[in-house]
């Protein structure tokens, strides 16, 4: 795609940054994450990466002269625009800018986040001379644009490097990084709207009470004025009526829809399709981490902690909220245990709500609860923003190895919230204020760290064997797989990238020790396909190919069970990598295996990083030297798709 057409990213590149720029919409254009992707994009393009570079200087400097000329167009009308009006403070932020520092605010600006898309516009509503505009305004333009693209392409170098010996890694980053910043992004967006319209919905309730004698008596003590966590309060009992709200719609429609559970099937073969032997046991532990000893643990020894510190409320409230959490998700996960049949299968499947997400999810929110109380009410959102993505990564570890089920997480995430929501205004109203807040959180998650690995380092291999994906077994008589079996195989190695690059080349039955001999014998040399201390000697190993190392690539989810290359006199690498296909040729069980054979090359990147390189000039000779390894074992097939090899008759 990138390949074949660049003007798309380049126009990508110049459109981003445009709409960053401009005034109003900048606000809302999440700016620095756009031209990350396109800077990804780029990879070690550097031609590519250069008109990428001119073409956002050139949409941020048509955004910032489109904004200056609105400024200074409709000037009297700028402070009223939405959302200036309800934000003054961006438009106080910028004219301090401009007072301080004068026409040199116009290039600083541009590197303040917040203030970007204003400052043109605030410079054309002051009548600012366009010379002096023009003249920060164009370095300012220039030297932005690559502090945008250059980590993104950072990013892109090291996902294609992961590209070749694991695609489905690149995916799973991808996921991660776009994935956490999209939880964080909406965290925050939605914390800072509801602190926004808070005191609006806290009248309303005062009103709404005071109407009702009854409840109005309840909530009495909430709504005391002045008191300093009526926000707080208003707020909880927001997120309270959301999470139940989405509970009781998860409990209710998952009886009907349980017969259905091939959609589930379906979304776990999606999960699937991520596999790679490098991010298995990340998750794994990830996904032990989170489970309920591993987070009982931690609850217990926080407690202590807290009681230690003094903080009995604390300790109590912290208490009631983990521990009530994991018996009503017992509670609830058994009732509906009785009103639908989970797939045998997969246990975990079945359990509404998720016991294991709706304790570490209460475990990570109310502490987050806490520590917002000791915080200033600017830093107040951190902790639900750590909280957040920490929990978006432990849910993401259970989908990624197909233990819950999308109900089974939605509902516990829905019971955690409502029920930290619950006692956090509780906490909210009766603990006091304690200094050092920033000790407490190093102490809590240097537990959860040391808790984690110490009860989980040994049950990760148990966790990935009970998660461990298999290939598919089937058996075609001999006939059969030449004729029409061949092409029931998968056809590539994996999705991602360029058909050419990830498509097999040949597939070989044959018991794979005597399929090693044989190529040792014409020349060819087993060589070990490294993986993680490999990869980090792409940057220390000179273009030496004796020191070179070959890294493993994965397909459905496994590394390559064979990697073999050969040395040619003048200079020309070839490369053999053989994967189980899951099939056998019927009667006498001789395996297939998929295969690529490559023309290979040391080639530098970057100035850092020397990795081979295929060379699709090399491809047909590559498939030439192995029908000459192989010659007796061909037997007549497609010449278009892939050789076939059998020693089968050997």
């Known amino acids: 795609m990138v390949q074949s057409h660049p003007g798309w990213v380049i126009a990508l590149a110049f459109i981003f940054a445009f709409l960053e720029s401009l005034a109003i919409v900048g606000i809302f254009v999440p700016g620095i994450v756009l031209l990350f992707m396109v800077g990804a994009v780029v990879g070690m393009d550097p031609g590519l990466f250069l008109a990428c570079w001119l073409a956002a200087s050139a ?19 700028v402070p009223r625009l939405w959302p200036l009006s309800r934000r003054p403070d961006i438009l106080a932020a910028g004219q301090v800018l401009f007072a301080r520092h004068g026409g040199k605010g116009v290039f600083i600006g541009r590197f303040i986040g917040p203030i970007r898309p204003v400052v043109p516009l605030l410079a054309g509503t002051m009548a600012m001379p366009r010379l002096p505009f023009l003249a920060w305004l164009l370095p300012a333009c220039i030297l932005w644009a690559p502090l ?41 967006l939605v914390y800072e709207f509801t602190a926004r319209r808070s005191g609006w919905w806290l009248r309303s309730m005062i009103r709404w009470s005071t109407d009702r004698p009854v409840v109005g008596r309840l909530l009495q003590p909430l709504f005391e004025p002045g008191g300093r966590e009526v926000l707080s309060v208003a707020l909880l009992g927001i997120a309270l009526v959301v999470s139940l709200a989405v509970l009781m719609a998860v409990l209710v429609s998952t009886p009907f829809l349980a017969p259905a559970w091939d959609a589930e099937y379906r979304l776990l073969s999606l999960a699937a399709s991520l596999r790679n032997h490098f991010a298995d046991p990340l998750f794994a532990w990830l996904s032990l981490a989170a489970e309920p000893p591993t987070t009982a643990t931690i609850a217990v020894l926080m407690s202590l902690v807290l009681l230690l510190l003094g903080r009995r409320v604390t300790a109590w409230h912290w208490l009631v909220a983990t521990l ?38 209460t475990l990570l929110g109310f502490f987050a609860v806490m520590l917002a109380k000791d ?40 019971l955690a919230m409502g029920w930290t929501a619950l006692i956090g205004i509780a ?72 058909y050419l690059n990830a498509r097999f080349d040949f597939q070989v039955a044959s018991n794979l020790e005597q399929l090693g001999q044989r190529l040792e ?24 190919p004796a020191t070179l190392p070959h890294l493993s690539r994965d397909f459905a989810g496994r590394p390559d069970n064979l990697v073999m290359r050969l040395d040619k006199a003048d200079g020309e690498f070839f490369l053999i990598r053989l994967w189980a296909s899951g099939a056998r040729l019927a009667p006498g069980g001789t395996p297939i295996w998929l295969g690529q054979v490559r023309s290979v090359a040391p080639t530098r990147h970057l100035a850092l990083i020397t990795r081979w390189e295929e060379r699709e000039d090399g491809s047909d000779r590559a498939l030439g030297y192995l029908d000459n390894s192989l010659g007796d074992w061909r037997i007549s097939g497609p010449e278009d798709r892939q050789r076939l090899y059998v020693s089968l008759f050997d």
């Open 148 to 188: 945008y693209l250059l980590p993104g392409m950072l990013f892109g170098a090291s996902l294609e490097l992961a590209a070749d010996f694991a695609g489905r890694l690149v995916l799973v980053l991808l996921i991660l990084v776009l994935g956490g910043w999209f939880v964080f992004w909406v965290t925050r």
């Open 324 to 361: 009530g959490a994991y018996l009503l998700a017992v509670l609830l996960s058994t009732m509906m245990g009785w009103l639908i049949d989970g797939p045998e299968m997969i246990p975990g499947i079945g359990e509404v709500p998720h016991r294991g997400i709706t304790l570490v999810t």
């Open 59 to 77: 949409g941020a400097l048509a955004g910032d002269v489109i904004s200056y000329w609105l400024g200074y167009r409709f000037s009297d009308r």
């Open 521 to 544: 014998a014409d020349g060819w040399q087993v060589v070990e396909a490294g993986s993680g201390r490999a990869l980090w000697s792409l940057l220390l190993d000179s273009d030496d």
């Open 427 to 498: 906490y909210r109203t009766r603990a006091i204020s304690r200094r050092r807040p920033v000790w407490l959180a190093l102490v809590f998650y240097s537990l959860v760290v040391v808790v984690a690995i110490i009860q989980t380092h040994d049950q990760v291999a148990g966790r990935l064997d009970a998660t461990r994906l298999a290939q598919p077994d089937r058996s075609y008589p001999f006939l059969e797989w030449q004729d029409e079996g061949w092409q029931q195989l998968p056809g590539r190695v994996t999705r991602l990238g360029r």
């Open 375 to 414: 915080l200033s009410a600017r830093r107040r959102k951190w902790p639900y923003l750590v909280s957040a993505v920490l929990v978006g990564v432990l849910v993401f570890s259970y989908y990624y190895l197909g233990l819950a089920s999308l109900a089974g997480l939605l509902a516990g995430l829905a």
